[in-house]
């Protein structure tokens, strides 16, 4: 039963680094999609794949990039990281209706 | 701009007391509301939902209720527990349009 799995829970990087959140689900959903928490804020969509080979950008895209690389699995990638994008990502999935099942979340901080 | 809206950052309520989370959106395209709830350290996890054709969805202690014409909906816990402490989001969605959009969230603290 591990539904929407992503890795790392913790994280610290220095402005300028990259890195890539894992993520993998067990639901044989479809879609998939990051979210981002911040104070005041709620969750805010960054890029999402409605299906196995295709993604798109959501609300807050700026500074990331997505892979899907088969139908389990959504990577988000930073290439250049910002003190802006510390934050907590969440991962999430969801097949037939619109109810959302989301990750843990992993915690970056980018100093 | 965002399209859901939580105005009440916060709710302190008593155990076996009533919490009411209120929630407001803009876009009249909504048709599927969904409330999720958040324990620190964890992610989202579905409470319960509703859609435009109802008034009214009850789940236990939950029910939920939608104005379509206010463009409101609401959460109540009866009777309210401890372990009903932890954020509250709202979410809508349009039926041609998987993507959910989140309201800013209500941090529910039930005392003893």
């Given at each position: ?30 879609s998939?999609?990051w ?15 409605a299906?196995e080979?295709t ?6 895209p700026?500074?990331y990039?997505v ?17 802006s ?7 999430a ?7 959302i ?5 992993s ?5 | 701009?965002q399209?859901?809206k ?12 009533i ?9 009249s395209?909504?048709?599927y509301?969904?409330?999720y ?8 996890t579905?409470l ?9 969805n009850e789940d236990?202690?939950?029910?939920v209720?939608?104005?379509?014409s ?5 959460l109540h816990?009866?009777?309210?527990q401890?372990?009903d402490?932890?954020v ?24 003893a």
């Amino acid at each position: 039963n591990a539904g929407v799995t992503q890795t790392p829970k913790f994280q610290v990087l220095k402005t300028g680094q990259s890195m890539t959140l894992q993520c993998a689900q067990d639901m044989n959903h479809n879609s998939m999609y990051w979210y981002r928490q911040d104070p005041g804020m709620g969750l805010r969509l960054i890029y999402y794949s409605a299906s196995e080979g295709t993604t798109d950008k959501g609300e807050v895209p700026n500074g990331y990039n997505v892979s899907r690389l088969n139908k389990r699995e959504f990577s988000l990638r930073l290439e250049s990281a910002a003190p802006s994008q510390t934050s907590v990502y969440f991962c999430a999935s969801t097949g037939l209706g619109n109810t959302i099942y989301f990750g843990e979340g992993s915690w970056l901080t980018v100093v | 701009d965002q399209q859901v809206k939580q105005n009440s950052p916060s709710l302190s309520v008593q155990e076996g007391r009533i919490s009411i989370l209120n929630c407001d959106y803009t876009n009249s395209m909504f048709d599927y509301f969904l409330w999720y709830k958040k324990y620190p350290a964890e992610g989202p996890t579905f409470l319960i939902s509703i859609s435009s054709i109802k008034d009214k969805n009850e789940d236990g202690r939950f029910t939920v209720f939608l104005n379509k014409s206010a463009k409101h909906l609401s959460l109540h816990i009866v009777p309210s527990q401890p372990g009903d402490s932890a954020v509250y989001f709202c979410a809508a969605s349009a039926s041609n349009d998987y993507k959910l959009s989140f309201g800013a969230g209500t941090t529910v603290t039930v005392r003893a």
